[in-house]
Each structure stands twice: as C-alpha cells, then as structure tokens.
T-cell receptor
Framework: DAEITQSPRHKITETGRQVTLACHQTWNHNNMFWYRQDLGHGLRLIHYSYGVQDTNKGEVSDGYSVSRSNTEDLPLTLESAASSQTSVYFC????????????FGEGSRLTVL | GENVEQHPSTLSVQEGDSAVIKCTYSDSASNYFPWYKQELGKRPQLIIDIRSNVGEKKDQRIAVTLNKTAKHFSLHITETQPEDSAVYFCAARWNTGNQFYFGTGTSLTVIP
C-alpha cells in the first residue's frame, strides 16, 4: 500500500548539532509539507514544496531548511539544533493544489538537550 | 497569511451528549475548511471537510457548518462516544497560497 513514512520516529540530540528528519511518500504526490506540533500552538507550517526543486518557507521556518530532489522525499534539516526546536514534527502530502485532504506521516519526536 | 482561532481548547462531555467546536479565520479568500482528529500518539486524520460554496455538511454523527460572512465554521458531534475522545484541529486553506493553516486544537474528552 502507498504510504508516507518518517524517520527517525524518536531522536535525542544536543544543542548545536545538525539533524535531518526524513519524509518519504509513495503516492507520487506533488505537494509535501512539514509541520511542528507544540502544546498550545497546534500544527504550524515550517516549509512546503509543490514539486521537484520547489521549496517555500512557512510561518516558522527560521532554523530549518528543506530540499526536494525527487517527488518522493522532503527531508527537513535543522542546521544547528536549539532547545526551542524540541517538538513533534509531522510530514504531510497531497496530490495537488486543488485536492483537499492532507495525508500525515506518523510523526517524529525530537528532543534537543 | 491566514490566522485560524479555535475554541475551546478543552471540552468534556458526557457520553451521548453533543460537542461543538468553533473556529474563526481571517482571510476571506480561504475556500476549504477541513477538520482533523488526532488520537493520542497518532497522526492527524481527516474526518470531514467543507468548501466555501456549501453551508453545511453531514457525515453520520458529525457535521460541519460554515458562515462565510462571519468567517467562522464549527464542528458538531452528536451522540458522543468514548472513542470520540481525541484532539480535534480545524484548518483553513489559504486560497492565494494553497497552504493549510491549523487552529490550536481542542482536546475532547467523552466521559462514559
């Protein structure tokens, strides 16, 4: 079955280290998104992509970057992890701009010490 | 960008009662409003959605209403059951950018 998967599911790192969270989908969706989920803030958009080589900043993009070299993957990189980036990260995808449903991955829990 | 406000943040109801969650949005150009349910430790999943050309939509025990003039939409769950306990998120799709902006979530507890 087609799916969207994230790895790692849990990660503990230290302040200042670079961290990459992987997101892989097998639906051939053009649109992919990264959100972070924090208590009291809901789901906030970090970065998104509408296709290969396309990346865009969301509402909380500082300290994060993404790249889209193929349709299936949108890795999220924290260049220098900060304690404020401790969160649960969700990747999501959908077929195209006028299709409704977002399909979410299982989430990646990141702790920055 | 879009700003979505959601209330209440927590809601407790007795089993069998109804639950209502309300959201307001700021961008009048938003045209699509989904609701997601997130069970503890799980990923958010779509439960119902409504487009801006429709005022109400029902699916069994859940319904969503939209008031475009007032820029608010609501989720209604009737005959609540313990398995309805979860966090519910509303969202609005920002028409000019096609991104989704989410509310801050409502933690619903259904008391048996």
């Amino acid at each position: 079955d087609a799916e969207i998967t994230q790895s790692p599911r849990h990660k503990i790192t230290e302040t200042g280290r670079q961290v990459t969270l992987a997101c892989h989908q097998t639906w051939n969706h053009n649109n992919m998104f990264w959100y972070r989920q924090d208590l009291g803030h809901g789901l906030r958009l970090i970065h998104y992509s509408y296709g290969v080589q396309d990346t865009n900043k969301g509402e909380v993009s500082d300290g994060y970057s993404v790249s889209r070299s193929n349709t299936e993957d949108l890795p999220l990189t924290l260049e220098s992890a900060a304690s404020s980036q401790t969160s649960v990260y969700f990747c999501a995808s959908r077929p195209g701009p006028n299709t409704g449903e977002l399909f979410f991955g299982e989430g990646s829990r990141l702790t920055v010490l | 960008g879009e700003n979505v406000e959601q209330h209440p943040s927590t809601l407790s109801v007795q089993e069998g009662d109804s639950a209502v969650i309300k959201c307001t949005y700021s961008d009048s150009a938003s045209n699509y409003f989904p609701w997601y349910k997130q069970e503890l430790g799980k990923r958010p999943q779509l439960i119902i959605d409504i487009r801006s050309n429709v005022g109400e939509k029902k699916d069994q025990r859940i319904a969503v209403t939209l008031n475009k003039t007032a820029k608010h939409f609501s989720l209604h769950i009737t005959e609540t059951q313990p398995e309805d306990s979860a966090v519910y998120f509303c969202a609005a799709r920002w028409n000019t950018g096609n991104q989704f902006y989410f509310g801050t979530g409502t933690s619903l507890t259904v008391i048996p």
